[in-house]
């Protein structure tokens, strides 16, 4: 939809603030309280979901153009949803994550692209990633000898889907995912010259037509598969797919490894036999918790009770982060002989975002490496050793803060504790 199709919801806004924290009987201290790193980092009304929402209005009404300081405001977003699950503590009739993407989307419409985000779409187009500098052809060097099973001619239970990072820069470590599943006895698939990037960080961008254009492609070679689930390791790869190609027709099951490996685990399929004497604390990865929700088909319209209050017929679905992936890793963790795991005091689908997000690890390097610094401050608060996490951007992220505490995925103490 539009940016003018907002203009009702935009002018609902109550301002009432409650974008800008976390919910209020979740705050343990005024230290760790916030939950929109953009409005922390530039402290100014206009970069959290409030002014956003005022900042729309004014681009409906022709009284900015989406260019200039406006879109740098725009593209600060790191479209973590976290104003979103605030919001929705005490009303359901605003949308503060998709009214954020549909400004993303006006300024593309607009022409103001920036550079990289042109190259970025040129490297998607020709290599089928948004990895500067990776080459198609070096994608699977990572599955050689493993065994896996050439998903377009012979039926799987999982589809591995590694995701660009896990692919090009972290080799090692999809291998051995797919070697934990193997070793469990799943028969892992993998799609080989067909596999390709999601795109979930174009539209994150605003780019939707290029990932639109990558997820029809995707959706292709996965509906040609004969398999029980499609299974990524990495957490922006899980909202694509789960919930963004959802929306584009995607019907197959898709689950995170970490929800496949607390199965195994509960099934007894997966059995820790080392000890691995370390106290963690666990980072939840925005689009894996409170983006991690399945998609929900609507087909429905807006109505006011006694013209006054707003709703839908039918019931619309809520998105409000509560049914995001946070079980599985904490069983994990807690399964692993020796870990000791400590909380940190924004978590779940109330965690505070690593600063991958959104394109600004490109678009707002300073607002993507300040972010990860304050996440880490909240991690060395609680006394841990090490921060673990089950995405790729966020391990890349949080360890660039070089806040001189270990980053680790948890598939990295799996693999320990085997």
């Known amino acids: 939809m539009a940016i003018k199709e907002y203009r009702d919801m935009q002018k609902r806004c109550s301002s009432c603030n409650f974008c800008k924290w976390i919910p209020f009987d979740k705050v343990k201290s005024a230290r760790f309280a916030e939950n929109c790193p953009a409005q922390a980092y530039y402290q100014y009304n206009g970069y959290s979901a409030r002014g956003r929402f005022q900042l729309g209005l004014c681009l409906v009404n022709d009284e900015l ?24 503590i005490c009303r359901y009739n605003l949308e503060p994550l998709e009214h954020n993407l549909e400004l993303k989307r006006e300024v593309v419409r607009a022409g103001n692209e920036t550079a990289v985000q042109k190259n970025m779409r040129a490297n998607l187009m020709s290599e089928h990633t948004m990895l500067a500098g990776k080459k198609k052809e070096d994608r ?35 291998r051995k995912a797919v070697q934990v599943l193997q070793r469990a006895g799943v ?3 993998y799609l080989f010259e067909d596999d390709a990037c999601c795109g979930g960080r174009m539209h994150q961008m605003g780019m939707q037509e290029d990932f639109e254009a990558a ?8 509906d040609a598969v004969s398999a029980d689930y499609i299974v990524t390791p990495c957490g922006d790869c899980y909202h694509a797919l789960k919930r963004r190609y959802a929306e584009q027709g995607l019907a197959k099951k898709v689950l995170h490894l970490t929800e496949v490996l607390a199965a195994l685990i509960e099934e007894g399929r997966l059995v820790f036999t080392k ?22 088909p609507w087909n429905g319209k807006e109505v006011k009770i006694r013209s006054q209050i707003v709703t839908w017929e039918p019931r619309r679905p809520r998105y409000n982060g509560i049914h995001g992936v946070y079980d599985a890793p904490r069983k994990i963790l807690e399964a692993i002989p020796g870990v000791t795991l400590v909380e940190m005091e924004r978590i779940r689908e109330y965690s505070f975002c690593c600063g991958a997000g959104g394109g600004c690890t490109e678009l707002d390097p300073e607002l993507s490496k300040w972010t990860a610094a ?12 090490a921060v673990v996490t089950a995405c790729p951007w966020c391990v890349s992220n949080l360890s660039a803060a070089e806040s001189g505490m270990e980053v680790t995925d948890i598939l990295t103490l799996v693999c320990e504790a085997l």
Not at 215 to 222: E, L, P, Q, T, V
Not at 374 to 385: C, D, F, L, V
């Open 65 to 88: 153009e989406p260019a200039g300081e406006t879109q740098k405001v725009i593209q600060s977003c790191l479209s973590c949803g976290a104003c979103d699950v605030a919001c929705k």
């Open 140 to 174: 699977d060097a990572w599955a050689e000898g493993l065994g896996l099973i050439d998903a377009r001619k012979e039926a799987c239970e999982a589809l591995f889907f590694p995701g660009c990072q896990y692919a090009y820069n972290r080799p090692e470590e999809a």
């Open 187 to 189: 028969k892992v698939g």
């Open 215 to 222: 997820a029809k492609a995707n959706i292709r070679h996965f």
């Open 275 to 296: 000890r691995v004497e370390k106290t963690v604390t666990y980072h939840d990865p925005c689009h894996l918790g409170r983006l991690g929700e399945g998609y929900e």
């Open 374 to 385: 304050e996440r880490m401050e909240e991690a060395k608060a609680t006394g841990a050793s």
